[in-house]
Nanobody, 127 residues
């Protein structure tokens, strides 16, 4: 069973930065993908970034390309999301999610396909 725990959310000004962390326990033996997915009030869930841990492939959602960076520390099973040049549209609850069956970068587009989720961490960007 995979358990995910996020941290690092908070408030930031437009143009500021935040770094989210997600510790994944029980993931190393069977994990395939770790992703960051966000949901703003009244909006659908949106894939932000994904890392395929079996081959290191990475993909980003179009709205965050060039501003966000996903990375992983394999030794601690922690995945990070460095968010730079934040915009008000980045305000959302950010979730760490994992798949333990077949996975590829394309799964970023189907958030509902992720079986394991963290509790989420709120990111609020204000002008």
């Amino acid at each position: 069973q995979v358990q995910l725990s996020e941290s690092g959310g908070g408030q930031a000004p437009v143009g500021g930065s935040l770094r989210l962390s997600c510790t994944a326990s029980g993931y190393s033996r069977s994990g395939k993908c770790l992703a960051w997915i966000r949901q703003a009030p009244g909006k659908e869930r949106e894939g932000v970034a994904i890392i395929v841990t079996t081959n290191g492939a990475i993909e980003y959602g179009d709205s965050v390309k060039g501003r966000f960076t996903i990375s992983r520390d394999e030794s601690t099973n922690t995945v990070y999301l460095q968010m730079n040049n934040l915009k008000t549209d980045d305000t959302a609850m950010y979730y760490c999610a994992a798949r333990t069956i077949i996975c590829s970068r394309e799964f970023l587009g189907t958030p509902a396909s992720f079986k394991f989720w963290g509790q989420g961490t709120q990111v609020t960007v204000s002008s």
